[in-house]
T-cell receptor, first 113, second 110 residues
Framework: NAGVTQTPKFQVLKTGQSMTLQCAQD?????MYWYRQDPGMGLRLIYY???????DKGEVPNGYNVSRLNKREFSLRLESAAPSQTSVYFC????????????FGPGTRLTVL | QKEVEQNSGPLSVPEGAIASLNCTYS??????FFWYRQYSGKSPELIMF????GDKEDGRFTAQLNKASQYVSLLIRDSQPSDSATYLC??????????FGSGTRLQVQP
């Protein structure tokens, strides 16, 4: 039982490049989330998916897109990376709709040059 | 005003002492409250959650909630060097997802 997995663990991009961050959970959770964490800023919600087939914007969605591929997988795409997107990205999942415990993946450390 | 506020610290306590971590929130409709611990370079992990006013104890950890004062705290008794980490307060306001504070860094001195 792996919980929440994320790939890659580290990534360096040049400005303008695109990439997709992958997230998968094996806990049969309905809700999944993407956060970014910057020094002194805490965790900020980028996008979330309350259930398979639905996605909604969070606090900082600009420059990102998401896909809830199935119940297990929730991907985050940067279409044209910018240095301001340098951050640590965490995926999380939760059994219920915002009221239950969230379980986090190990994170992806992204640097955009 | 931030929705969830925490003192960034560092909060420094000697080994064996009680560490007290505080969090205030702005939305009176907030329903549930969570404390996560995050070691440097790692992902957050849940320590405790609390829904009702009062205290909730789990081992060396006690969460305290006062909805009238919009205040939630985490007490760590008999603090150990292994407790040194950043502690994140998270609040469920009934909207889409949890709202996190920026965290308090705790240092336990041997």
């Amino acid at each position: 039982n792996a919980g929440v997995t994320q790939t890659p663990k580290f990534q360096v991009l040049k400005t303008g490049q695109s990439m997709t961050l992958q997230c998968a959970q094996d806990m049969n959770h309905n809700s999944m989330y993407w956060y970014r964490q910057d020094p002194g800023m805490g965790l900020r919600l980028i996008y979330y998916s309350a259930s398979e087939g639905t996605t909604d914007k969070g606090e900082v969605p600009n420059g990102y897109n998401v896909s809830r591929l199935n119940k297990r997988e929730f991907s985050l795409r940067l279409e044209s990376a910018a240095p301001s997107q340098t951050s640590v990205y965490f995926c999380a999942s939760e059994a219920g709709g915002g009221t239950d415990t969230q379980y986090f993946g190990p994170g992806t450390r992204l640097t955009v040059l | 005003q931030k929705e969830v506020e925490q003192n960034s610290g560092p909060l420094s306590v000697p080994e064996g002492a009680i560490a007290s971590l505080n969090c205030t929130y702005s939305d009176r409709g907030s329903q549930s409250f969570f404390w996560y611990r995050q070691y440097s370079g790692k992902s957050p992990e849940l320590i405790m959650f609390i829904y009702s006013n009062g205290d909730k104890e789990d081992g060396r950890f006690t969460a305290q909630l006062n909805k009238a004062s919009q205040y939630v705290s985490l007490l760590i008794r008999d603090s150990q060097p292994s407790d040194s980490a950043t502690y994140l307060c998270a609040v469920n306001t009934g909207r889409r997802a949890l709202t996190f504070g920026s965290g308090t860094r705790l240092q336990v001195q041997p």
